[in-house]
């Protein structure tokens, strides 16, 4: 039986964890995950971690079908006593890992590094915001009503795909056609909506939603006062 090894907190699952499992128990036929105890998640990640228990942590990798044991260790030597332990043939690690020591590897028959997929990390899910960007003005010159004569700020759409990028959620913001009509959502989405959002597809802004009117957020940019220079300017 070929027994493969990964570790790590697994505290709250991801994407890129499930496919980090399917790639190392088709390495082999048994693989065993070993967790950081909740003791040892806060010594390394700070008070707030982790998010879920190490009872629940154990309980969500067991149930899930490419993982065959779970254990937890407390200490550094107790990692290593479980990889010595098992003697796996193979051990799996983040390719971040690669060129520094891996703890216990010299237990292992082979060693080998996995990509990170995509931007997918625990820390990342932690620190979502939903942002929440006004258009004319922010994103693109403001042309007072001739919407079609806008140009794309380009560094400022960079600093908005970064953060989409980062797992983020991004909001545009607009008011075009609501004065005109009134604050008709309606009648301003019909003669607006679809200029709105091809212009934003040819300038390549990422983004979740297009909103006419203002929707709830956790940080909102625009361009009423200095808010959206202090933002752009200081690296959010």
Known sequence: MKKVWINGCFDIVHRGHIELFQYAKELGDYLVVGIDSDKRVKQMKGSSRPINNQNDRKYFLESIQYIDKVVIFEK???LVSSIKLYSPDVMVIG????GKKVIGSEYAKKLLFFDRVGGYSTTNL???KTYVFDLDGTLCTNTYGDYNKAKPIKERINIVNDLYNKGNEIIILTARGMGRFKNSKALAMAEFYELTRNQLN????KYNQLFLGKPAGDIYIDDKGEKDEDFFNTGN
């Not at 040819?202 to 802004?205: K, M, Q, R, S, T």
């Open 202 to 205: 040819e300038w390549g802004v």
């Open 126 to 128: 932690i620190d979502k």
């Open 76 to 78: 550094e030597q107790d």
């Open 95 to 98: 390719s971040d890992y690669k």
